[in-house]
């Protein structure tokens, strides 16, 4: 059988066929790595991307929010007598009782003393009986001096006689003294009262036994000066330097809800507690209608005068752990750099600082775990970028003031 055989012809195009079947499937093979190899770079640079936390960030709002300090305070009259009797007996009467006001001098209870009255009526005879033997011994040194002259007495007579009358004249002067003693002492039978006020307190009633002396048991009476009243604060230390005497303070009490009154800043202690932390505040607050009722609760809104603008960050950035209480900032690498801060105010989703950072800090608003010292990390928006805060404003001492 003849062999069939192909014209040069077809059998050139069957080469040039096959020669691009096989570059098509070189171009195939290569253009599938070059794929994969993009992907897996693409995979990597995601995978890069991913291990870079994404963080906001915000500057620090130096501009005051609230220049006032809110602390709880204490009514005081601004003078207080506990009344004790000075002589001991039984309570004979009283006219004043708590609420009654009073004036300087006026007697309020009498104590009946017949113990005390009889002390003064023998006193009194023993002062008589010391005049009569001082007035016998002055006349016999009288008579013996009419009989020096005639050598009737010696000098040595004349001298005991004179020492005798010294002795009886000084016996006298004591009786005296203690005639006024007595008699003072018996004027405290009456109890009256040391000035203006109102009686705030009566612990006593008609025949009760009176002990003289103030360390045997409550005052009979208690009279308070309540025109003008102490208000008593406890400052924190931080805040003290920041209330200067003669600040002004705004009082609100719970029987008044919608009234307010002014108080002035008078004296402060000097001195940190050191159980609290604090200094204690005196105020001086007006009461001439006597609205206000001594020993009251009071909420004292105290003005706040600094020398510096505080820095205010959100609590959220706040890390507390073994390196203490640090806020998280962002260099201009985009690396963490931990800072350790000081705490001013809490005021809730603000927190007013005291030391640690400055006004170009940007601060990780919520800082995710694991960060530590020099991670890159991505300011979310673009390198740079600020979210949720504006660029800290200036603000003079007297916009502080006022907030």
């Given amino acids: 059988m003849p062999t069939e055989t192909r014209p040069p012809g077809s059998r050139r195009r069957l080469g040039i066929f096959g020669m691009l079947a096989g570059i098509a499937l070189i171009v195939v093979v290569i253009t599938g790595i070059r794929s994969r190899e993009e992907a897996s770079a693409k995979l990597r640079q995601w995978t890069d991307d991913q291990a870079v936390p994404t963080v906001a960030v915000a500057l620090p709002d130096a501009k005051v929010s609230n220049p006032t300090l809110d602390l709880p305070g204490r009514l005081e009259a601004y003078y207080r007598a ?26 309020i209870a009498e104590i009946e003393a017949p113990d005390l009255d009889q002390q003064l009526l023998q006193a ?75 009686v705030t307190a009566r612990d006593t009633d008609v025949g009760a036994l009176i002990n003289a002396g103030g360390g045997s048991g409550p005052a009979m009476f208690v009279v308070s000066d309540i025109s003008k009243l ?73 003005s706040l005068q600094r020398d510096s603008v505080p820095l205010n960050i959100p609590s959220s950035a706040l890390i507390f752990n073994q390196n203490g209480l640090r806020v998280a900032t962002v260099g201009p690498d ?31 608003t919520a800082p995710p775990d694991g960060l530590a010292d020099g991670d890159q990390v991505r300011v979310s928006g673009g390198k740079g970028d600020v979210k949720g805060s504006n660029k800290p404003e200036k603000v003079s001492e007297k916009q502080d003031a006022k907030g």
């Fill in 124 to 198: 009194r005879a023993d002062l008589a009986s010391q005049e009569a033997s001082a007035k016998l011994s002055e006349a016999t040194l009288t008579r013996r001096k009419t009989l020096i002259a005639s050598n009737f007495v010696s000098m040595q007579e004349i001298d005991e006689r004179t020492a005798d009358l010294s002795n009886k004249l000084a016996s006298v002067k004591a009786g005296q003294a203690n005639v006024e003693r007595l008699e003072a002492l018996a004027g405290y039978k009456k109890i009256s009262v040391p000035f203006d006020g109102v």
């Fill in 82 to 107: 506990p009344i004790f009797a000075r002589v001991s007996g039984y309570l004979k009467s009283w006219s004043a009782d708590i609420g009654a006001r009073v004036k300087a001098g006026q007697v």
């Fill in 334 to 364: 985009d690396k963490v750099l931990f800072k350790t801060v000081t705490i001013s105010r809490d005021l809730g989703r603000t927190i007013e600082l005291a030391s640690g950072i400055t006004a170009e800090d940007r601060i990780i």
């Fill in 230 to 302: 102490r208000v008593y604060v406890n400052v924190p230390q931080t805040y003290v330097p920041a209330i200067k005497i003669g600040a002004k303070a705004v009082i609100s009490m719970p029987e008044y809800p919608n009234r307010t009154f002014l108080a002035t800043v008078e004296a402060s202690s000097q001195s940190v507690d050191v159980a609290s932390g604090t200094t204690r505040m005196q105020l001086g607050l007006d009461n001439t209608k006597g609205e206000l009722m001594p020993g009251g609760y009071a909420n004292v809104k105290l």
